[in-house]
């Protein structure tokens, strides 16, 4: 239940996620009233919560990764075991995390992992041995704190990272190129540039632009724009907020109601939002008159700003933020014209990661046909839409 990667879980998904369990180990060895949370793999590593008795400071991550060293020479197997939600509540009776797990599971039986003397509920999957880990392709990097499940209603937990690779050289070819990123983070040039500042007066997540960086961010926002009016996108501008009821009707609100803003006006009792998106204000200007479609395609281009209520914890720089704008854009086309509007719209991405000089992927996120009730649209649009996207990617030799 922990291996929460995107990708199918090839073999250095397993590695991580092993790695994981390892560290939960050592951990316990070193620590044996830790009581446990969660510990996936995730790109580039993997981590692990844990409650720990007393606070734990980046040296300490030494011993903790020896003492993995230590377990993986033992060349310990990983053995999966399905048991009885029943049996599962005595072998955890002392790690209330766990408890909790086991009762939010479905049905009757839970699997486990074991791996010498540790047992972690787990649904895999996992390498067959540690003998498949070389001791010198793994690191413990960083310490820092996670809410349980990610709410902050919840106890803070100890969070424990680590990266991952199937060789000493990539290991050491990522540490080298994370230094070297460091030198460059944006954090530290928007200060020394003087492009952008945070007050915590305003607000976290909530970034002001300078003199400078407004120069900069009206040149970027320009250059977009030409890049839209090329495809034949026009540009619009909306309210930051709307009605909750727009989003009632579009279908965001319940799926997005807990990332919104709401705002409370003094004349009435009705709710607002800063909006997320640009999505659903776009419908109401091509819903505003009658179209034929002979009018189509409507491309409509969007620079308004945005509003996300993300968790403080997870607020970093302008990766991570809760005001911005994003180039955004909507087209409302007749499906025999959707292949070439997603056509030109790659063209433009084409053109501008060019000019910035950056190399890029495109992920294609699919639909999951077994919980059907937390995405929009039936399963032949999905179907149907799915299958244009890949042909659109595959014609069109993206990465």
């Not at 050491?172 to 952008?196: P, S």
């Not at 926002?221 to 839209?228: A, G, H």
């Not at 709307?242 to 006006?265: I, P, T, W």
Request: proline content about 4%; some cysteine.
């Amino acid at each position: 239940m922990e291996n929460n990667i995107d990708l199918p879980a090839g073999r250095q998904e397993k590695l991580r996620h092993s790695l994981s369990h390892i560290m939960a180990s050592a951990v316990l060895e070193l620590y044996p009233k830790t009581k446990l949370g969660m510990g996936p793999a995730i790109e580039n590593g993997f981590y692990y919560d844990f409650q720990m008795q007393k606070p734990l400071e980046e040296k300490d991550l030494q011993a903790i990764e020896e003492k993995m060293k230590q377990i993986i020479s033992q060349k310990i197997k990983f053995e999966k075991k399905n048991i009885t939600k029943r049996v599962a509540k005595k072998l955890f009776a002392v790690q209330p995390y766990k408890l909790e797990l086991i009762k939010d599971l479905p049905g009757e039986n839970v699997s486990t992992y074991t791996s010498g003397e540790f047992v972690d509920l787990c649904k895999g999957p996992h390498i067959k041995s540690t003998k498949e880990i070389a001791p010198n392709t793994f690191k413990l990097t960083k310490v820092a704190g996670a809410y349980w499940k990610g709410d902050e209603k919840n106890k803070m937990l100890t969070r424990i990272y680590g990266i991952a690779f199937e060789t000493e050289k990539e290991l050491m070819d990522y540490l080298n190129m994370q230094a070297e990123a460091e030198k460059r983070d944006h954090r530290k040039l928007g200060e020394t540039l003087d492009l952008f500042v945070f007050s915590e007066l305003v607000g976290p997540g909530l970034p002001m632009y300078t003199f400078k960086g407004t120069a900069v961010l009206n040149e970027i926002k320009n250059y977009s724009n030409d890049l839209q009016k090329e495809i034949g996108y026009q540009e619009v501008q909306t309210p930051s907020m709307n009605r909750a009821e727009l989003f009632k009707v579009s279908g965001h609100y319940e799926k997005y109601k807990d990332d919104m803003f709401s705002v409370h006006s003094h004349y009435t009792k009705e709710t607002y939002f800063l909006k997320p998106m640009n999505c659903p204000q776009h419908t109401q200007l091509f819903a505003s008159r009658q179209r034929s479609y002979k009018d189509l395609p409507i491309r409509i281009a969007d620079f308004s700003q945005l509003h996300r209520d993300e968790k403080t914890g997870e607020l970093s720089g302008l990766t991570r933020v809760r005001g911005f704008r994003q180039d955004d854009g909507h087209s409302f086309c007749r499906e025999d014209q959707i292949k070439e509007e997603f056509k030109s719209v790659l063209s433009a991405v084409e053109k501008a990661m060019k000019t910035y000089g950056m190399n890029y992927k495109i992920r294609l996120s699919l639909w999951d046909p077994k919980q059907p009730e937390k995405y929009l649209g039936d399963a032949k649009i999905w179907k149907k839409s799915q299958q244009l996207l890949e042909e659109i990617l595959v014609e069109n030799k993206i990465e």
